[in-house]
């Protein structure tokens, strides 16, 4: 990032101002490449506070928000990126990931399908817009643009090329939204009534990821999470020997009273009944 330093002597504070814009700018990366992507967000606040114009700013703060599982304000971001420079394809390509992640799923194939037609060898264009036709359930659209992503130049497409040339998988399932709340309070809080995900496109981990990024708390908020082991083997006829295990996962959240908690969510990647909300979250509006 280069930021042009005015001699005149009436720009010596926007001067110094591009200077503490480029050095909190400089040490959000350093915080980014730590992992430490709360400290990363407020700094880029910073230096964007100090020099809104400089456009990889605003992008890296939506690439962080979005690690934060942050998705409305990572759009913010990176829509500002692209008022800032139309011509920064990275940024429709994430504005679309964005899309995806709060289930407006149209939004991002309309993103990836104008940089199609704006270029038709973009091959990160067309291989986005397959992975939201197979994660939505449009195989064959998806297959035709794995098909051309490859032909763009996108590699190690060995995977999806076996894919599309198997039947369909009729055990496969993709959590688009949540569209119901548990009843009982033990729902997903107890091994007894676990969170069925199931396996999906992108595997049982994913699906049990994008359960987890679909949850909001009680201020609409996106929930913070970690796998924090397995237990409790189960029968199941979908599991290697017919037992499985569930996943523990952590999730942190602001309670009602806006102070920080935290709670136990076990999630089966092996079995699928259709997901709900548990007891005291809610979801994307």
Known sequence: MKFIIPLLLSCITISVSAQDAEKYYNQAME????????????????????????YIAW???GIAHAMLNQYEKALSDYQQT?????SFKR????????????????????IYSELIEADSGYADAWYNRATVYEWIGK????????????EAGAEKMEAKMKMCSEPPNEKLHSILKLTQTATSDKYGYTQEDPVMVGNGPFGGPAN????????????GNPVQYNRSGSCCPYKSDNAPMGYAMLDRYEVKYTDKDGKPATVIIFISMYDYKEPMIPVGFGTIK
């Open 59 to 61: 992008f890296n703060r």
């Open 91 to 110: 940024a429709y390509l994430n504005c679309g990931i964005a899309k995806r992640y709060l289930t407006d799923y149209d939004g991002a194939i309309r």
């Open 31 to 54: 915080k980014g490449k730590a992992g430490k992507f709360d400290e990363m967000i407020t700094l880029l606040t910073k230096s964007i506070e100090l020099d809104g114009e400089v």
């Open 208 to 219: 049990q990821r994008a359960f987890l990024q679909l949850l909001r708390d009680s201020h």
């Open 139 to 150: 195989r064959d659209s998806a297959c035709y643009d794995y098909t051309m992503a490859k």
């Open 82 to 86: 692209i008022k800032l420079n139309p």
